[in-house]
């Protein structure tokens, strides 16, 4: 199984400033087509998991050009350029490339 | 568009199984795998199992092997989770979910176990 590992696990983050999220995971995640097949989500408080960026840097319909993706192979970083209020919740990486579908630990976003 | 539409919450009582359906549209389903996971309250999101929406060839997670069946039904473009022997650790919200070019998900399904 790939093993997927996010850091930090949390931060704190005044509004405005930016914040950005690791994600490693142990096996290439770029197939042979050139697409790296890792999501990004963000799972508000009592709310279902939320797309905002799949195939490592495409951001999902409706999200805010704030959020954006990069990275390929084994590293992938998101990056919120200026954090608001409403960005507070836990952000998971996700890959699928390979069954079993895997996740980091997730990294808890908090307003300071 | 694609969309994946899952059967309504569920309490079921321990011991007992259930049942939850996924119906798919907006995309050829027998091209791609349907995968099924879960979230107990205040935990990270956890793979259970797949089914290829073609051949119907299935991979399940260790952890819940024993209980659960991911079955298909092409024609109807659907595919279906049973897990038996329910407890109070199966009580989550449970997602279908299949990976296009981007990754779908159903809305989810809430089963709640208790006595």
């Known amino acids: 199984d790939i093993v997927m590992t996010q850091s930090p696990l949390s931060l704190a983050v005044t509004p405005g400033d930016p914040a950005s999220i690791s994600c490693r995971s142990s096996?290439?995640?770029?197939?042979?087509?050139?697409?790296?097949?890792l999501d990004w989500y963000l799972q508000k408080p009592g709310q279902s998991p939320q797309l905002l960026i799949y195939?490592?840097?495409n951001r999902a319909s409706g999200v805010p050009d704030r959020f954006s993706g990069s990275g390929s192979g084994t590293d992938f970083t998101l990056k919120i350029s200026r954090v608001e209020a409403e960005d507070v919740g836990i952000y998971y990486c996700m890959q699928t490339l390979q069954s079993p579908i895997t996740f980091g630990q997730g990294t808890r976003l908090e307003i300071k | 568009q694609v969309q994946l539409v899952q059967s309504g919450a569920e309490v079921k009582k321990p011991g007992a199984s259930v049942r939850i359906s996924c119906k798919t549209s907006?995309?050829?389903?027998?091209?791609?795998?349907i995968h099924w996971l879960r979230q107990a309250p205040g935990q990270s999101l956890e793979w259970m199992g797949c089914?290829?929406?073609?051949?119907?060839?299935?991979k399940y997670s260790q952890k819940v092997q024993d209980r659960l069946t991911i079955t298909r039904d092409a024609s109807a473009t659907a595919a279906y989770m049973e897990l038996r022997s329910l407890g109070s650790e199966d009580t989550a919200m449970y997602y279908c979910?299949?990976?296009?070019?981007?990754?779908?998900w159903g809305q989810g399904t809430l089963v709640t176990v208790s006595s």
């Open positions: 979910v299949t990976r296009i070019t981007k990754t779908y």
């Open positions: 096996q290439s995640l770029l197939h042979s087509n050139g697409k790296n097949y």
């Open positions: 907006g995309y050829t389903f027998s091209n791609y795998l």
């Open positions: 195939l490592g840097s």
């Open positions: 089914i290829n929406g073609g051949n119907g060839n299935t």
